[in-house]
């Protein structure tokens, strides 16, 4: 079973809680998510099996839209509804004050991760440093806030639609919409509505999953390993080629099956690669240094016969 399900992670699970139970469904042991969903969120979570695996980094790349909810009037240790709380104020903000504020929270900013987060200090998760009571400083971090949509404004909540960059942290910019309006404010709900190329729409509960494996429907919701990387160009390789790809070998001239329509845009650019007959064997990534494509990432599909 190699492919990609998307999950419709509920409130209470954590990520890995997620991938545990997928693994015991399918009864296969190569299972991995793309792009950690905080417990008390829901939504979207793509989760990878077999040979998708190996393309799990490239989800995980891709954007992100979420719905947040927004409290407004109340501060918390952890920046959503689980942390104590830090303070509370008044609320008196009109739609049209907060509406004026959210251009200045899109394009790229840097932010700062909130205290009880994942992310690493002194080899230690910093959530760990500060429940035991330690100064944990956070660094800035570049990120994209494409775009920003107030949805609805019920004082003393904020419905926004987010979209994003990877490593956004949505609970920073509740916090960050807080202190900048007066208030304060922390994030009382998120759903995520879309990871790269999966939304909502295209996602199974738990449940449901073990419903369409039960009755031998799954096939309809497993996405093919190489939808993680649809929006890259792609080529059809020579069988020659082929042979190359799978050696890991430089491939300085590439005589394809179906030529490129451009040349490489970029150092670093990903490529697509297939067989004549339409299996996806990987990667390639161009090397500006050597004027070359590069195996990246071979699957292991049936080998080319000699």
């Known amino acids: 079973m190699d492919g990609i399900f998307s999950i419709n992670k509920q409130p209470g699970m954590t990520s890995h809680d997620v991938v545990a ?120 971090r570049n990120v994209t806030i494409y775009d920003l949509r107030l949805e609805s404004w019920e004082p003393p909540e904020l419905e926004l639609d987010v979209s994003c960059s990877k490593g956004t942290y949505i609970r920073s910019l509740a916090y960050d919409l807080g202190e900048r309006l007066g208030p304060g404010a922390y994030l009382s709900r998120l759903v995520r509505t879309r990871s790269g190329p999966f939304t909502l729409k295209d996602s199974l509960t738990l449940e449901e999953l073990e419903a369409a494996l039960a009755d031998g429907t799954w096939k309809d919701h497993l996405f093919a390993p190489d939808t993680a990387l649809l929006d890259r160009r792609a080529v059809i390789l020579a069988q020659e080629n082929e042979k190359r790809v799978r050696n890991g070998q430089m491939m300085r001239f590439l005589p394809l099956a179906r030529p490129l329509d451009a040349p490489p845009a970029f150092d670093g650019e990903l490529l697509r690669a297939y067989t004549v007959d339409g299996r996806f064997v990987g990667i390639l990534r161009w090397s500006a240094e050597h004027t070359a494509w590069r195996p990246e990432k071979v699957l292991d599909c049936a080998p080319v016969e000699e």
């Open 21 to 140: 139970r997928v693994r015991r469904l399918v009864h296969q042991k190569r299972v991995g998510h793309s792009g950690t969903l905080d417990p008390s969120a829901s939504g979207v979570l793509p989760v990878c099996l077999g040979q998708a695996t190996r393309v799990a980094e490239y989800l995980s790349e891709s954007g992100k839209e979420y719905r947040a909810t927004i409290h407004f009037g109340t501060v918390t240790t952890t920046y959503d509804a689980d942390g104590a709380v830090v303070r509370e104020s008044p609320v008196d903000l009109s739609r049209e004050r907060i509406a004026a504020v959210l251009p200045d929270f899109t394009g790229d900013l840097m932010q700062v991760p909130p205290v009880y987060s994942a992310i690493k200090r002194a080899g230690q998760r910093a959530y760990e440093l500060a429940r035991a009571g330690e100064t944990v400083i956070m660094e800035p």
